[in-house]
């Protein structure tokens, strides 16, 4: 199977010419990826300044060159394994859970413990600062997420207040943690919801399939909907610095509910508020590199790529040959296996597994899911998923992939 997105530049009459020439185009355009130098270096975000001792995933972020894909997953730590099912049971409330620095720290480690993988997750959820700005919330075991004073006229923005980082001590805390005990084997992630993601709940209540109400607030209370976005971008570019400080390595921003509009809507009301996220972090944490995810992302992708961020994060929907092809060598991606191949066979597990990487190209590439670890999953096709990403190194994956190639066309 070959993948379309491979540079035409490169050749393919020499499978070790052409490993050599991606890595010269992957070294050059990390080059090209660095921020300009008028930006300075927070002196608490300069832990997180380029080095040859930072983790895999981090240079695989900013396109430094690597010797193979770092993997993580999204949801990685959750129901799908039995020991957090276990801790679940003696600590039934999710907001004690995540809201309790040994909690967040021991969940957080569990799927490090069992599969090593290259990025460890803080256990956190994207309405976790809500309160830190004055919007209280609570998630119910089957409702999930509940806002009872919502967010819908002027009235309701009088409620909001700068995010006060105390009230968020924990999260501080567990990423300090989380720091010390993975050493630099894996990269701590911290990440943040994005401001029309965040919006949606605080306007809807909590979950919704239809999105009517926010969707409605566009158009007749545009100014009320600004308001409160441009309080979550401030609130939101707040909160990633000082995970940044706490020790994150990187930060994702989960745009999660940006699929649900339409691509002129979400570059009207989701993008420039994401672009300010990254404007505001970038001067205070230059180095840090920014991952952004929506789920339902195949028509956003090059508008994504407009905000500025470091990884595109590719959900399963989008052939990842064709994603590459679109957003190019200079920006990295990240992805994208369909959650439902975990429940497959091995062997396919496999060979899509060595599809995406090949795929993806030799470097700038996070492997991940596609979205979030599915409940139910078998934790040996867990540990089997990050045994094939250790194994599948650059140097031998694409001269394979091109001798096999060569055998097809004599």
Not at 313 to 319: A, I, K, Q, R
Request: aromatic share 8%; charged share 20%; hydrophobic share 40%.
């Amino acid at each position: 199977m070959t993948c379309s997105s491979l540079p035409s530049s490169t050749g393919w009459s020499s499978p070790s010419l052409f490993v050599q020439e991606l890595g010269d185009s992957l070294s050059n355009r990390s080059n090209t990826l660095r921020v300009s130098p008028k930006h300075k270096f927070s002196p608490k975000c300069i832990a997180n300044s380029s080095s040859d001792a930072e983790p895999l995933l981090v240079k695989a972020a900013r396109g430094d060159r690597v010797t193979r894909a770092p993997a993580w997953m999204m949801r990685q730590a959750g129901r799908y394994m039995a020991v957090y099912r276990k801790l679940a049971e003696k600590h039934p409330s999710f907001r004690k859970r995540s809201e309790t620095t040994d909690l967040i720290v021991e969940i957080s480690l569990q799927p490090w413990e069992a599969f090593r993988p290259d990025g460890v997750i803080i256990f956190s959820d994207i309405l976790t600062p809500l309160p830190a700005f004055g919007v209280s919330f609570d998630i119910e075991e089957v409702r999930g997420p509940i806002i009872q004073s919502t967010i819908c006229c002027e009235e309701g923005l009088k409620k909001l207040h700068p995010i006060d980082l105390e009230k968020l001590h924990f999260v501080g805390e567990s990423i300090r943690i989380l720091r010390k005990e993975v050493g630099m084997q894996a990269a701590v992630l911290g990440f943040v919801g994005a401001p029309w993601t965040i919006a949606t709940y605080i306007v809807e209540g909590g979950t919704t399939r239809t999105y009517t109400t926010i969707k409605r607030m566009c158009h007749t209370a545009p100014h009320v909907l600004r308001a409160l976005l441009s309080h979550l971008a401030q609130a939101i570019s707040d909160y990633i610095v000082f995970q940044v400080d706490s020790g994150a390595h990187c930060i994702q921003i989960f745009d999660s509910w940006g699929g649900q509009l339409t691509p002129e809507m979400w570059e009207q009301w989701s993008k420039p508020y994401i672009e300010e996220i990254v404007k505001i972090v970038r001067k205070k944490c230059l180095q840090t590199p920014l991952v952004l995810y929506i789920n339902g992302n195949g028509g956003l992708l090059e508008r994504m790529k407009g905000t500025g961020v470091d990884v595109i994060g590719l959900d399963w929907t989008v052939d990842m040959a064709d994603g590459r092809r679109r957003l190019g060598n200079d920006i990295s991606i990240q992805g994208n296996v369909d959650p439902a191949y975990l429940f497959s066979p091995l062997p396919a597990l496999t060979e899509e597994i060595r599809r995406v990487v090949r795929c993806a190209g030799p470097g700038g590439h996070i492997l991940n899911l596609g979205h979030g670890v599915l409940v139910g999953t078998p934790e040996d096709a867990v540990a089997h998923f990050f045994e094939v990403a250790r194994s599948l190194k650059y140097s031998t994956i694409f001269e394979d992939h091109a001798s096999q190639e060569a055998k097809v066309l004599v």
